[in-house]
């Protein structure tokens, strides 16, 4: 298995280690020259030292370097949703009603194969619960021998698991992120609405940092659990781990509005100013089924992957295009220019029929029903 990853990248050039936040910056005629290479160049293993600890001087580059060719398409990043199901019932899901349907291995082998050959090289892994997948094993074995940088959003219930954390080990992510619900089992438990769900995250938080992984968590604040956030940011602290907070809930995928009692009033926080975004043109969302789309909120329309190949993303800059311009009642907007909300965000909060300080800054009951 392979130790590092030279790759094209968004036009430039990368040496990764996988497992490894920090990567190397590299020429193209750097990149070329690697690929001929049988031992490290005296540059890379100097390199190599002083990012990672490795010692490669004079080692040869057979089954340990492997090099990613440059392709016909300008995708870096992706996001590969194994399935909608999750071992939690949350209030907060966006994900509303949970499946656990999705492709059979042929399918999901081939899936990878054309995210790699769309120019990936960070992967995201995602669900509902990816660890809870039939697949999920096999799913991050390959992956990681295409050469994708792997980052994996759970909720950490499996992470004590031995087969995982082997596998986890064997291969490492560049990165966990680790969603918590609460600081104790009476608040946890209560919002995952899983008896337990605190005690098996704890363990699994536990045995991911005694291993050394790559981790970061994401507190969630809800009505039910702002009480203890003083607390969550303390276990983040106790870990020594990054941390972000996030209390603004968005509709489900179908538009549901469901999920938005959960927001905790008090917490919830003005968005940034949405000035763009690279979906549909260097990055994209797949779904259970192979279907790529700019993102996970803006799933239609959607390529399906398996039948088209990479060359059917091509079509995704056109659809990103017209999915993020303003319509209906944005249109014209004279406040655009400091809407924190993406036009596919609003089109789901208006579908949940949201109220539409929700999701704008326009509260006046006559432009509330202007939208």
Not at 24 to 35: C, G, N, Q
Not at 104 to 114: A, G, M, N, T, Y
Not at 174 to 195: H, I
Request: hydrophobic share 35%; net charge positive.
């Amino acid at each position: 298995m392979h130790e590092l990853i030279a790759s094209p990248f968004l036009g430039e050039y990368m040496v990764l280690k996988p497992g490894e936040p920090r990567g190397v910056k590299i020429s193209r005629k750097a990149y070329l020259a690697l690929a001929a290479a049988e031992v490290f160049p005296t540059w890379l293993a100097t390199a190599a030292r002083k990012v990672w600890g490795d010692d490669l001087y004079r080692q040869s580059t057979a089954g340990r370097l492997l090099i990613r060719p440059e392709v016909g398409y300008r995708f870096g990043k992706a996001t590969y949703e194994l399935n909608l199901g999750c071992n939690y019932d949350c209030e907060h899901c966006y994900l509303g009603l949970k499946t656990f349907a999705g492709l059979d291995w042929p399918e999901r082998e081939r899936l990878l194969e054309v995210i790699r050959d769309a120019g990936v090289l960070w992967l995201q892994l995602t669900g509902g619960e990816p660890m809870v997948d039939r697949l999920f094993a096999a799913v991050y074995a390959k992956a990681c021998e295409l050469g994708m940088m792997l980052e994996v959003l759970t909720n950490g219930s499996r992470l004590a698991n031995d087969k995982i954390l082997e596998l986890l080990t064997a291969r490492r992510p560049s990165k966990m992120s680790l969603s918590v619900y609460g600081a104790t089992a009476e608040t946890y438990d209560g919002l995952t609405r899983r008896p337990g769900s605190f005690a098996k995250f704890m363990r699994g938080l536990v045995a991911a940092h005694e291993a050394g992984l790559q981790m970061d968590l994401s507190l969630i604040i809800t009505n039910r659990n702002a009480h203890e956030l003083d607390r969550m940011r303390g276990l983040a602290d106790r870990f020594g781990l990054r941390h972000r907070e996030y209390a603004n809930m968005s509709p489900t995928i179908h538009g549901g509005d469901e999920s938005l009692p959960s927001q905790s009033p008090q917490f919830l926080r003005k968005r940034t100013p949405f000035t763009g975004c690279d979906a549909g043109h260097t990055s994209f969302h797949v779904d259970p089924f192979g279907r790529a789309s700019i993102c996970k909120i803006g799933r239609e329309p959607n390529i399906d992957l398996i039948h088209e190949g990479p060359s059917g993303l091509l079509r995704l800059g056109g659809i990103s295009d017209g999915l993020l311009r303003r319509q209906a009642g944005c249109t014209g907007c004279t406040l655009q220019s400091t809407c924190g909300t993406c036009m596919p965000l609003v089109q789901l909060y208006r579908k949940a029929k949201a109220p539409l300080a929700t999701y704008c800054q326009h509260t006046e009951t006559g432009k509330e029903e202007a939208q």
